[in-house]
């Protein structure tokens, strides 16, 4: 707690002097008049956007007099009379030239209301304490400067990227929700075509903001700083931090929802005791506009939801709060009400209290696999031999049949154990009936934490990996 960590700044030995001999200002491109008299010419090509991993350069063109750039990205090179480059440099610009494909809806009344702006920033894989840990700067001058609250028990709904993502901006269910180890009801997938097309026609929540007409909605997903390693997040902090102080006076009239997906899932740290929560666990901090930063009941209710079991649900049942309910009471009213009603995702605003009904957050309630779930059971270690061996038995048997189910065992090893590390039954497991066993398989060194039920019949099922 409030130390300061400088890391090694990879930039040291950049010449942070040096700057472009073109400019792009307001989406016109010229040579830096300054600069003109120590080139010969210089000439530049825009990068046609394709989609969000290609792009294709056009044809280059002398940059004589002022031009327009109708794309993104441009490059621009500039050489000196005997033929050399004296600058390189790539800029980059929003261009706002596509015009939007979503018709504005009228009927939906809510044109003339005041709404501030969305702005949802997603580190992909960044979880609630190694944020903490990782942009202790940011998240700091966000709590101090800006209203914000950290939520400290989102619980992802899925492993990875895609069903966290379908149940935050669609409030979709993709994968079924596996709970027999909890002793509830499993749930089936609500949606399951998610990969047969575009989602343009789907009530995609920034697509739904759009059809209002006024507010800006702002999704942004970086992968790149923190998706591999959870390591090199630390030389970002500066980075975030000054882009909100720089943004601060835009964003005091926005929702700024800071958060990840999921906890890391790669990287030596992934191997650490503490992942084990982590990767269940992304972070969420929303900071309020100002004018709301001082809304008793407001206040009142995220104090009280930031310490609530929560899912990517109830992060989406927000926005839906937020784009129709909320603007009904020009934000004044943040009463008890059921957003989402009827809902089996159990999905309710966090800016409200919780309706009774979805006041228990338990692993039971959350329609999460038993295995991802945050709550912590009490469990004692197994020395039973005969046990331990019929347990690893039974999970590699599940292990490599999950493989064979899911049609890569052609492509795969069978697994085989190499060493286990730790085998517990959740107390009193004459009551529970369930047993979590840890190994590493020889073919990969991959670690695997099986959940396995035993029924009545003494036969053992697996309740999630
Ligand atoms: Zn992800």
């Known amino acids: 707690m409030g130390m300061t960590v400088d890391w090694d700044n990879p930039m040291a030995n ?73 600058d390189q440099w790539l800029h980059t610009q929003i261009y706002e030239g596509n015009p939007s494909t979503v018709e504005v809806d009228k009927s939906l009344g809510n044109g003339t209301n005041f709404r501030p702006d969305i702005v949802m920033i997603v580190l992909d894989s960044v979880s609630s304490t190694q944020a903490r840990r990782s942009l202790p700067r940011t998240l700091s001058y966000l709590e101090t400067q800006m209203g914000g609250m950290h939520f400290h028990h989102l619980n992802k709904v899925g492993e990875n990227t895609s069903p966290n993502a379908y149940a935050m901006l669609l409030g979709w269910r993709i994968y079924s929700a596996n709970r027999k180890a909890v002793n509830a009801k499993d749930l089936r997938p609500d949606h399951d075509k998610i990969c047969s097309g575009w989602r343009d026609k789907d009530p995609v929540i920034f697509r739904e903001y759009e059809k209002i007409g006024i507010p800006k909605f702002l999704l942004h997903w970086s992968c790149e700083a923190s998706h591999d390693l959870p390591n090199p997040l630390y030389h970002t902090d500066q980075d975030y931090l000054n882009f909100f102080q720089k943004n601060k006076p835009i964003l005091d009239n926005a929702f700024l929802f800071v958060m990840g997906d999921h906890g890391p899932r790669f990287g030596t740290p992934s191997k650490a005791e503490l992942n084990k929560r982590e990767i269940n666990n992304p972070l969420l901090h929303i900071s309020l506009p100002k004018f709301l930063r001082n809304h008793t009941q407001l206040i009142k209710n995220l104090q009280e939801n930031s310490i609530r079991l929560l899912t990517q649900f109830d992060v989406h049942a927000t926005l839906v709060d937020l784009l129709k309910f909320a603007p009904e009471s020009n934000f004044t009213d943040f009463s008890e009400f059921d957003v989402m009603e009827g809902n089996e995702n159990n999905g309710t605003s966090i800016f409200r209290p919780f309706p009774e009904k979805f006041q228990k957050r338990t692993c039971q309630t959350i329609p999460v696999n038993a295995a991802y779930c945050l709550c912590e059971y009490k469990k004692e270690n197994i020395d039973d031999a005969m046990l331990i061996e019929k347990l690893s038995k039974v999970a590699l048997e599940k292990l490599n049949g999950y493989l064979r189910e899911n049609g890569v065992s052609g492509s795969c090893e069978t697994l085989t154990l190499d060493k286990i590390k730790s085998v517990k039954s959740f107390i009193p497991v004459e009551k529970t009936n369930l047993y979590e066993i840890h190994f590493i398989v020889k073919e990969s060194k991959g670690e695997f934490r099986v959940l396995l039920k035993k029924d009545s019949n003494g036969v053992f099922h697996r309740e999630g990996f």
């Open 14 to 86: 950049c010449n942070r002097n040096h700057t472009p001999y073109t400019i792009l200002k307001d989406g016109w491109l010229s040579i830096d008049p300054e600069r003109k008299s120590q080139v010969d010419y210089c000439r530049a090509r825009t990068y046609e956007y394709i989609n969000p991993e290609k792009s294709r350069p056009r044809s280059w063109f002398n940059l004589v007099e002022k031009m327009q750039i109708d794309q993104d990205i441009v490059k621009t090179e500039c050489y000196s009379k005997d033929g050399k480059i004296v």
